[in-house]
């Protein structure tokens, strides 16, 4: 797997939206510091991750943008509520609450379809497995395949992507590959 194109379009979305990542980002450096297993390394995994999805799956190509301005605005909000990294339970609703707040502070220009979704999967993200709803589908297996971040190897009846789920195996092999890893060393949050 090569992330070099996720990146770049990482980067791209960051320059964009860089008032809001700031203020995101500071929040959260403020309540947890900088550099934990649920910090800015992990959401710019969550989005690298939802690109490659998104990028494999032709069927939703006829909404290439919005899918990928849905997965950049989880990536960064998802977690971004955290008080500690435990299970934290509230996390995600907080998270929700946060990205709606957001859009509507920072006039955020986002389809009310995909954000009604995106505010869905940002909520429900850690206490819902399968929603049956394409791109939270995106964003939940782009955050599940992260847990390689903290050693654990994800099990593949807690992903939903046609994707994923026709390829597992082959992307379990590949994030197993170091190779493929050592190419996300980039945070595009910071
Ligand atoms: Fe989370
Ligand atoms: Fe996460």
Redesign the pocket.
Known sequence: MDFTKAVTKGKLLADQYSHVIDEVVKQYDERMGQDIV?GTRHWTNVFTNAYHIIENSPEVHNQLEEYLLGAFLFALF??SK?KDEGLDLL??YKGGAYFLEMVIKHNIEISPTIQTKIYRAITN??TEIKSGISIISVCYDA?RFDLFRVGKIPKIQYFSTPYCVNNFSNIIWNYKNKSSIETRVTDVFR
Do not use: F, L, V
């Open positions: 649920h998802h977690d955290r996390h995600g993200h850690s955050d």
